[in-house]
């Protein structure tokens, strides 16, 4: 059973940095393509950032040149490291895996609160 574990959320003032983690367990993680989503209050769920089977890293466009991610095989994580915070990154962040050849995203973490104050 493949689960998920997303930590490394709080709360920090805007400019700062954070970097979330997603524990996969279950099976190996470099067989799933991993990615993290955000949703604030009142507002839809929205990608953030994925990293393929073949490492291949992808940001939400709005978000490039402050979120990177990358992942740890060996320790079956998945990293988001997020800079130069703004209230408008405040948010639930969740982080779900799809299989290979997979078309949904089938196991998802529970979240991890990022709360960016002024």
């Known amino acids: 059973q493949v689960q998920l574990v997303a930590s490394g959320g709080g709360s920090i003032q805007a400019g700062g940095s954070l970097t979330l983690s997603c524990a996969f367990s279950?099976?190996?993680?470099?067989?799933?393509?991993v990615a993290w989503f955000r949703q604030a209050p009142g507002k839809e769920r929205e990608p953030v950032a994925e990293?393929?089977?073949?490492?291949?890293?992808y940001i939400e466009y709005p978000l490039r040149g402050r979120f990177a991610i990358s992942r740890d095989n060996a320790k079956k994580i998945v990293f988001l490291r997020m800079s130069a915070l703004n209230t408008g990154d405040s948010a639930m962040y969740y982080c779900?895996?799809?299989?290979?050849?997979?078309?949904?995203?089938?196991?998802w973490s529970q979240g991890t609160q990022v709360t960016v104050s002024s």
């Open positions: 779900a895996a799809r299989a290979f050849g997979g078309r949904e995203f089938l196991y």
């Open positions: 279950g099976s190996t993680v470099d067989t799933f393509l």
């Open positions: 990293i393929s089977e073949y490492d291949n890293a």
